[in-house]
């Protein structure tokens, strides 16, 4: 049974709910339906679950209008998608955009929800129908078989004078029968003509010992053999390596692999001593400048090299005189081509496969019906949608603003907590440090916690950073429990009027349980105001793995009734990638969490924030 049917714009007026069902929702599904869904860029979805809830909607781009039903998650309800389609169209017959009320559709709702329960109730009597049928089939043809076969293990040569069994004959292994024949030398013309091959030619070829399927030409055998015994003998005529000899009377062609630098009597070294520049302003305070010039004059010959072949096909007048009059309506089968291009142009940008294919069908959703524009074609309408669409997802809906959340904490008096988190090797510690150079610029006390109790040399990695940047480091060594660890190093810092705690914790792999049950308890006790995901650029579907699988995590071994998931993103390593830059795209989509910040370098001075701009630019080269 339905709950609840209602028709709004995309602007978010409600212009229609059915009132004899007009039940009331439990929590507010229609809302987060928008908000993680439609909005997400996730509307190519079949469905949407919400508690005990499904959702299902259906668009009309033209008039911007959609169309949600939701019914009880329990019940299997066959007839949804057919009166969605038949509301769709009944509606879209007598909307107006200037009227505000359609209570006159009531009627018609009711005539439309009879007729698609009757077609529902008769799909589901004729599955019921159809799955004994098949399984009977199924019976009827596995005993076929099974009578087959005996009838072939019996009397193999049976097969030759009864025409009369030439269904079994083919079921029951033909391809071997004309094989045997061959290799005997008779010729079977029934056969010939059914495979439309000359077996007699066959046969010949094979008697001079011609390669078949599987098999070795005889000449090409005995070449073989003769060619593998000069081989070996060449082989043995090299010299062999010889051994290393690592005592005093060492042969002097080893003095090539000292490669050490040449020091001079007075203890002097012609090796020039690299000095440390000044750091400098860090990158995420400086503006980026973005020239978008140059990458539109490469979509433009990418996308008339695009249309060359489009053009042959069609002729010119007929591509002039579409451009110019525009398509009535977008339909699938038009919009299939340009996709599948820009599927392909995302892949080769590092985006996964799954979050490439999800974006397509939502393009798909939002252009489909939609009256193309005169002077327009399609390849550039649909750039144009993913374009937004990427815009949408990338930009960030709420504050990423640091230090506003650094100053509010300290005006209660606590610091502000941040723990860094991750996989093995992206980078944590050193990222760690970036941000605690920033967050000095800025005139911020800072303190650093070592968190990491598990791999050996992270405290001394983080003592290093933190006696370099002159900035405090709590540490307890290695084999303690790094949520208490944390824990002690907050209650310092608060002593200390420290404003700003930075935890680096160990890197886990996304599949490692009791380290993942280890990050959510040092999560759930201390309430950081900040879970960092540093990720790298460098990875392609395995970020989509890493991200959805660290907040599935999280979620399930959370403790407390108020789950805390990531809340950002670190991309490390962002400049060893060139145009790779799908990672972004792909972890902030399936997240829902902003890049926070970019790691683009080894200095403490290389972090930036996300340009989107540019990443869509780019993702769209």
């Not at 290389?606 to 080269?621: G, Q």
Request: charge should be neutral; proline fraction near 2%; aromatic fraction near 6%.
């Amino acid at each position: 049974m339905l709950e609840q049917l209602l028709i709004f714009t995309r602007g978010g007026l409600i212009l229609w709910t059915c009132k004899e069902i007009s039940n009331a929702l439990k929590g507010s599904p229609i809302d987060t339906l928008i908000r993680s869904c439609l909005l997400e860029e996730r509307s190519g979805e079949v469905s949407f679950n919400y508690g005990a809830y499904t959702l299902k909607w259906t668009f009309h781009n033209d008039l911007g209008l959609v169309f949600v039903a939701v019914y009880q998650r329990i019940l299997q309800l066959l007839y949804v998608d057919d009166l969605l389609s038949l509301v769709k169209q009944s509606f879209s017959e007598i909307y107006d955009p200037k009227r505000m009320s359609y209570d006159d559709f009531d009627e018609t709702f009711r005539q439309l929800r009879m007729e698609a329960e009757a077609r529902g109730e008769e799909l589901r009597k004729t599955k019921q129908v159809v799955k004994p049928l098949s399984s009977s089939v199924k019976k009827q043809v596995q005993v076929s078989i099974e009578g087959g076969n005996k009838k072939s293990s019996d009397g193999g040569g049976s097969k030759k004078d009864d025409e009369g069994k030439k269904v079994s004959s083919l079921t029951n292994g033909n391809h071997h029968k004309m094989e045997d024949d061959v290799a005997n030398g008779k010729e079977n013309t029934d056969d010939s003509n059914n495979v439309g091959l000359d077996v007699s030619k066959l046969a010949k070829l094979r008697s001079k010992g011609v390669r078949g399927r599987g098999g070795l030409r005889k000449a090409d055998s005995v070449g073989s053999n003769k060619s593998s015994k000069v081989n070996a003998a060449e082989l043995s005529k090299k010299a062999t390596k010889k051994n290393r000899v690592w005592d005093d009377a060492a042969p002097k062609q080893q003095e090539k692999l000292d490669f050490t630098d040449s020091v001079d009597e007075n203890g002097g070294s012609d090796h020039v001593e690299v000095v440390a520049a000044d750091q400098g302003e860090s990158m995420m305070d400086k503006e980026e400048v973005f020239s978008s010039d140059s990458e539109s004059d490469d979509d433009d010959e990418a996308r008339s090299d695009e249309e060359k072949p489009e053009a042959k096909k069609k002729g010119w007048f007929s591509s002039v005189f579409q451009s110019i009059t525009g398509k009535a309506n977008l339909e699938r089968v038009d919009l299939e081509p340009a996709l599948k291009a820009l599927k392909e142009r995302l892949m080769t940008k590092n985006v996964a496969e799954e979050i490439a294919e999800k974006l397509c069908e939502s393009v798909e959703a939002s252009l489909e019906g939609k009256k193309l524009a005169s002077f327009t074609r399609i390849s550039s309408t649909v750039q144009g949608a993913m374009e937004e669409a990427l815009i949408r997802i990338l930009t960030p809906r709420r504050s990423i603003d640091i230090m506003r959340d650094v100053h509010a904490a300290k005006e209660q008096r606590r610091p502000y907590v941040v723990v860094f988190v991750g996989v093995n090797g992206v980078g944590k510690s050193t990222n760690l440090a970036k941000v605690a150079y920033w967050l000095q610029q800025h005139k911020v006390s800072v303190m650093m916690a070592a968190c990491d109790t598990f791999r050996s040399g992270a405290v001394e990695q983080l003592r290093t950073h933190a006696r370099r940047l002159q900035i405090p480091i709590f540490e307890k060594g290695y084999e303690k429990d790094p949520a208490v660890v944390a824990k002690e190093a907050i209650q310092e810092a608060t002593r200390n009027g420290s404003d700003v705690v930075l935890v680096d914790t160990a890197g886990r792999m996304q599949d490692n349980e009791p380290l993942m049950r280890a990050l959510s308890k040092l999560i759930n006790l201390n309430k950081p105001d900040l879970v960092l995901f540093v990720g790298e650029a460098l990875v392609g579907n395995d970020a989509v793995d890493q991200l959805s699988k660290f907040n599935q995590k999280l979620s399930d071994l959370s403790t407390s009734g108020n789950t805390r998931l990531i809340d950002g993103i670190l991309l490390t390593k962002f400049d060893t990638i060139d145009d790779k830059v799908g990672a972004a795209l792909s972890m902030v989509y399936i997240s829902g969490a902003p890049v926070m910040f970019v790691g683009c370098g080894q200095s403490y001075t290389d972090l930036k924030k996300l340009n989107v701009k540019a990443i869509v630019k780019t993702l769209l080269k």
